[in-house]
């Protein structure tokens, strides 16, 4: 089982920036992938940023509306993903979810497997 422990966000003026964390424990073999989803009122969840490690080489996808804007990174050795908006605008309103990807002891059966979890939300609101 993976757990997922999501913090920062809150109120932001237009223009502003915020930082999002989010922090994987659990019986972890390995992290595969490391995103950031969000999804507003009335729409549906979308990727905002992801990030892949392999070795020395780190990739990071982001969605064309973030592009410039937002800056994903990851923390290897704390299994944590974040998430670094800055000159945010009020279409960033969301509620912002953690996604990891990794390889964990699943304890229904008594094996490791892949496992997608999700962090439990953290609303960002962008307003004046």
């Known amino acids: 089982q993976v757990q997922l422990v999501e913090s920062g966000g809150g109120l932001v003026q237009p223009g502003g920036s915020a930082r999002l964390s989010c922090a994987a424990s659990g019986s972890i073999a390995r992290i595969d992938i490391m995103g950031w989803y969000r999804q507003a009122p009335g729409k549906e969840r979308e990727l905002v940023a992801s990030i892949t490690t392999s070795g020395t080489i780190t990739k990071s996808n982001y969605a064309d509306s973030v592009k410039g804007r937002f800056t994903i990174s990851r923390d290897n050795a704390k299994n944590t993903v974040y998430l670094q908006m800055n000159s945010l605008k009020p279409e960033d309103t969301a509620v912002y979810y953690c996604?990891?990807?990794?390889?964990?002891?699943?304890?229904?059966?008594?094996?490791?497997?892949?496992?997608?979890?999700w962090g439990q939300g953290t609303q960002v609101t962008v307003s004046s």
């Open positions: 996604n990891v990807g990794a390889l964990a002891h699943d304890p229904a059966l008594g094996a490791y497997k892949a496992l997608t979890s």
